[in-house]
T-cell receptor, first 114, second 109 residues
Framework: EAEVAQSPRYKITEKSQAVAFWCDPI?????LYWYRQILGQGPELLVQ????????DSQLPKDRFSAERLKGVDSTLKIQPAELGDSAMYLC????????????FGPGTRLTVT | QQQVKQSPQSLIVQKGGISIINCAYE??????FPWYQQFPGKGPALLIA?????SEKKEGRFTISFNKSAKQFSLHIMDSQPGDSATYFC????????FGKGTRLHILP
């Protein structure tokens, strides 16, 4: 069964350092999402791609976060510089269609900023 | 502004019992209401979803009840099993999906 791949699974970094997360969506899925999930809360959308284009980044802290999906396949989310409040699970999801299609989530990257 | 309110925050149910999780929404433009199940160390996975043109949808032991006028929907898990122990998220979507804060469900063996 096809799955969304994410790496690394765990990342510990010191504040002010740069971190990057990678996501490989299910083959053929044009829509890719990055979510942040704080412990005890639901996922919160950071950015949504349709192919290589950003369609929603309204909740992305653009002063420190960036995301790209250059060839419309895999994607990278970067944080620079990391802050203590960035400690969370970062989830990637993909879907065949945008909007109301089922989203398939990866296992996530657990980030701890010290 | 939290647009999807979920309760309870945690729930303990005896094996074989009925687990009930409730959600309420504010935005009347929402027209797709999925429930996701998340096990520790895993990403959420779609469990069941409903659209507002029906009042109930059942898949196996899982049932969504939907009340459009009250802007509420709920998940019922019949004959709850220890393997159902997980965190459950309701969500609502128009063009963007908004998740509730989750319910940690524990089924006692």
């Amino acid at each position: 069964e096809a799955e969304v791949a994410q790496s690394p699974r765990y990342k510990i970094t010191e504040k002010s350092q740069a971190v990057a997360f990678w996501c490989d969506p299910i083959s053929g899925h044009a829509t890719l999402y990055w979510y942040r999930q704080i412990l005890g809360q639901g996922p919160e959308l950071l950015v949504q791609f349709q192919d290589e284009s950003v369609v929603d980044d309204s909740q992305l802290p653009k002063d420190r976060f960036s995301a790209e999906r250059l060839k419309g396949v895999d994607s990278t989310l970067k944080i620079q510089p990391a802050e203590l409040g960035d400690s969370a699970m970062y989830l990637c999801a993909s879907s065949f269609l945008a909007g109301k299609d089922e989203q398939y989530f990866g296992p996530g990257t657990r980030l701890t900023v010290t | 502004q939290q647009q999807v309110k979920q309760s309870p925050q945690s729930l303990i149910v005896q094996k074989g019992g009925i687990s009930i999780i409730n959600c309420a929404y504010e935005n009347t433009a929402f027209d797709y209401f999925p429930w996701y199940q998340q096990f520790p160390g895993k990403g959420p996975a779609l469990l069941i979803a409903i659209r507002p043109d029906v009042s109930e949808k059942k898949e196996g032991r899982f049932t969504i009840s939907f009340n459009k006028s009250a802007k509420q929907f709920s998940l019922h898990i019949m004959d709850s099993q220890p393997g159902d122990s997980a965190t459950y998220f309701c969500a609502a979507s128009d063009d963007k999906i908004i998740f509730g804060k989750g319910t940690r469900l524990h089924i006692l063996p």
